[in-house]
């Protein structure tokens, strides 16, 4: 009898990363890897659990060539029925979608109405969706949405201070990195039952970035916004910008929509500001004083936003730090905890050092913790496929 397997999609512009796992209640991962440089030179790397990484070039590749080489050869079976569901990343579920939702035609049009709303992600992940239905037509295709997390707001932190009408018509704060939220929560849960149902603050930093400010393990507020522009500033999207910035560019500067999308997404943020790379590890070896810069600038709004979530949460018993500059960087850990021993956060840094689990040394818990949003995807997935769902 062959194993029923679930495989998790994350599609971006250029990638797709993905994860297999063995059905069961818990999923069990089997493989992991992702296709990068999606168009004349995609390149697959698949890395079996307990086994080593190997890298293979593909030539010519877009989505759906992507995912018929992670079929081949990341799952290693032609056997379609062996595919007991497949779960998409979906950047934006708007107002409508707020739980894992099977997929029909029906949804993937409703899901392209929010394009807009995330465009370096909405259309690429809805690129694999198509992919994987014409593929595999069968299956359970699962959409699990980054917004979900954060719906449930309190009115104040969802609406912008504009004509109500606005609101209605879908112009509101929506938050995103719902599934490594989700994740974040469900760790604490797990290993530390004594601070889950508290106050506490995460903070996914990557080349996407923001904060959420989780109360009783359910989101209460967010950096991000409307847009996956909003709040911190990332690998190359500016976040937080006074509207006026755009006023200008418009009448003064004479850019179009398309020069002002390309420069809020692809050319500010850490790349903007220092003129070197989006990169923080490169960033943090530069001697270059742009770099700097910059780096000081990601710290101060990043211990910003802290301030800004223990008064939305009145206090903080925790803080998590995930992401890839979150999870890897003690430098930036220890930078942005600095000085705020007057909300209880010091680092312990031997420990911080070794990116230990634990890292503090003052009354606020302070935990690295490696997020894994193709879990939370696996999870829906399973549950949705479970006999009595």
Not at 244 to 253: A, C, F, I, K, W
Not at 301 to 330: T, Y
Not at 362 to 379: C, K, L, N, P, S
Request: glycine content about 10%.
């Amino acid at each position: 009898m062959v194993e029923r397997k679930l495989l998790t999609l994350n599609a971006g512009s250029s990638s797709v990363k993905f994860a297999v796992y063995g059905l069961a209640r818990e999923p069990v991962t089997q493989v992991s890897g992702q296709v990068e440089n999606l168009g004349p030179a995609a390149r697959l790397s698949v890395k079996p659990v307990g086994g080593e990484k190997f890298t293979r070039q593909l030539g010519s590749a877009d989505h759906a060539e992507a995912l018929k080489e992670i079929i081949a050869e990341a799952v290693g079976t032609n056997d379609r029925g062996s595919f007991a569901g497949f779960g998409h990343r979906i950047a934006h579920g708007g107002s409508d979608f707020t739980s894992p939702t099977a997929i029909d035609d029906d949804v993937v049009q409703e899901l392209r109405k929010l394009e807009p709303l995330a465009p370096l992600h909405q259309p690429h992940n809805l690129a694999c969706v198509e992919a994987a239905r014409r593929l595999f037509p069968d299956a359970l295709q699962l959409a699990c949405f980054d917004t979900a997390f954060h719906r449930g707001h309190p009115w104040v932190n969802d609406t912008f201070a504009l004509p109500k009408a606005y609101f209605e018509r879908g112009i509101r704060r929506y938050g995103f990195h719902g599934l490594s939220y989700d994740f974040i929560t469900s760790e604490l849960a797990r290993t530390a039952p004594d601070v889950a149902n508290g106050r506490v603050i995460i903070a996914h930093l990557g080349n996407g970035a923001s904060m959420c400010a989780v109360r009783d393990g359910r989101s209460v507020a967010s950096t991000m916004g409307f847009s996956a522009l909003d709040g911190l500033p990332m690998g190359t999207r500016c976040g937080q910008l006074d509207p006026g910035v755009l006023l200008y560019l418009l009448e003064q500067e004479q850019m179009t929509p398309a020069d002002i999308t390309r420069l809020l997404y692809r050319e500010s943020g850490l790349k903007g500001l220092s003129g070197l790379t989006h990169d923080m590890r490169e960033l943090e070896a530069s001697d270059d004083e742009d770099a700097r810069k910059a780096i000081e600038y990601f710290v101060f709004r990043v211990r910003r936003e802290i301030g800004a979530m223990c008064a939305v949460l009145g206090g903080v018993d925790a803080l998590v730090f995930c992401g890839g500059i979150g999870e890897n960087s003690a430098t930036i850990r220890q930078r942005i905890c600095e000085q705020m021993e007057w909300i209880g956060i010091s680092v312990d840094a031997a420990a911080n050092a070794q990116n230990a689990t634990r890292i503090e040394s003052g009354q606020v818990a302070i935990f690295v913790i490696q997020t894994d949003e193709e879990r939370v995807i696996a999870r829906a997935l399973a549950e949705a496929l479970a006999p009595d769902s």
